[in-house]
């Protein structure tokens, strides 16, 4: 099994029409193509975020998790084209295994014991960095990040680069521009707080002193640049829609 993950961005003038669009007839036709590949589909509307977290590449929109037991063949097989949104969202989306490939803190807390604002981030290395050499520096990242004073949960996924491609169509001269759909990222993290002060404490106000990489792209964290190399979101514990469960819409 593994996960598809996209996360979108759209201007505020576009939420009503784009949130019409996704319950109406996006998650519908996926649903109801995909399902019996998909063992859950799931997707969370990130909460505000705070004015501070915005130089680290928010994107506002839904972040979308597709549970996948196998995928399907690409192409239209047998299925008419999807539903055209009124406006094309940006978009972060790579696939990753089910399960964490490393799980760093907080494993210990039961669900009762803290709230969760899940700072979900994907992240990238810049041109001609080896992943050898990204994971090395990201290792000894990682220990530093432990220290940051109010971080409760962090794990994290290596992407899977085998290039997939997931099934349907769209419908002739209107696919997603690709200048606005961004792929090629190298890890999935997800950083936990109890709120948005201990978010600012531990990433703005007080951060632990971090190793520069020899690559880096700028000289403070994260050290890559935002909305290029480092797109994140902020969503709750819980997703806000489960669309196998909860759609009950026809489709041809």
């Given at each position: 099994?593994?996960?598809?993950?996209?996360?979108?961005?759209?201007?505020?003038?576009?939420?009503?029409?784009?949130?019409?669009?996704?319950?109406?007839?996006?998650?519908?036709?996926?649903?109801?193509?995909?399902?019996?590949?998909?063992?859950?589909?799931?997707?969370?509307?990130?909460?505000?975020?705070?004015?501070?977290?915005?130089?680290?590449?928010?994107?506002?929109?839904?972040?979308?998790?597709?549970?996948?037991?196998?995928?399907?063949?690409?192409?239209?097989?047998?299925?008419?084209?999807?539903?055209?949104?009124?406006?094309?969202?940006?978009?972060?989306?790579?696939?990753?295994?089910?399960?964490?490939?490393?799980?760093?803190?907080?494993?210990?807390?039961?669900?009762?014991?803290?709230?969760?604002?899940?700072?979900?981030?994907?992240?990238?290395?810049?041109?001609?960095?080896?992943?050898?050499?990204?994971?090395?520096?990201?290792?000894?990242?990682?220990?530093?990040?432990?220290?940051?004073?109010?971080?409760?949960r962090f794990f994290s996924y290596r992407?899977?680069?085998?290039?997939?491609?997931?099934?349907?169509?769209?419908?002739?001269?209107?696919?997603?521009?690709?200048?606005?759909?961004?792929?090629?990222?190298?890890?999935?993290?997800?950083?936990?707080?109890?709120?948005?002060?201990?978010?600012?404490?531990?990433?703005?106000?007080?951060?632990?002193?971090?190793?520069?990489?020899?690559?880096?792209?700028?000289?403070?964290?994260?050290?890559?640049?935002?909305?290029?190399?480092?797109?994140?979101?902020?969503?709750?514990?819980?997703?806000?829609?489960?669309?196998?469960?909860?759609?009950?819409?026809?489709?041809?």
């Amino acid at each position: 099994m593994i996960k598809s993950i996209v996360v979108h961005n759209i201007s505020l003038d576009s939420i009503a029409a784009m949130e019409r669009w996704y319950y109406r007839d996006h998650a519908p036709e996926i649903v109801r193509r995909y399902g019996p590949w998909l063992a859950r589909h799931e997707s969370y509307l990130p909460v505000p975020a705070p004015p501070e977290a915005q130089p680290y590449g928010v994107y506002n929109w839904r972040v979308t998790e597709g549970w996948w037991r196998e995928i399907p063949e690409p192409g239209a097989k047998g299925c008419l084209s999807f539903t055209v949104p009124p406006v094309w969202p940006e978009v972060a989306t790579c696939f990753i295994p089910a399960q964490p490939t490393e799980d760093f803190k907080g494993s210990e807390f039961q669900p009762h014991e803290k709230a969760g604002i899940r700072w979900f981030i994907l992240f990238k290395y810049p041109a001609g960095v080896s992943n050898e050499e990204g994971d090395e520096w990201f290792q000894i990242h990682a220990k530093e990040v432990m220290k940051q004073p109010s971080l409760s949960r962090f794990f994290s996924y290596r992407t899977i680069k085998e290039p997939i491609g997931l099934p349907g169509t769209w419908a002739p001269g209107n696919a997603p521009p690709f200048a606005i759909t961004h792929f090629l990222w190298d890890r999935v993290i997800e950083l936990w707080y109890e709120s948005f002060s201990d978010w600012r404490r531990s990433v703005v106000e007080a951060p632990p002193r971090y190793t520069k990489p020899s690559w880096a792209t700028r000289d403070t964290y994260p050290f890559v640049r935002p909305f290029v190399e480092f797109v994140s979101s902020f969503i709750l514990e819980r997703p806000n829609d489960e669309f196998l469960r909860d759609v009950r819409a026809y489709m041809p």
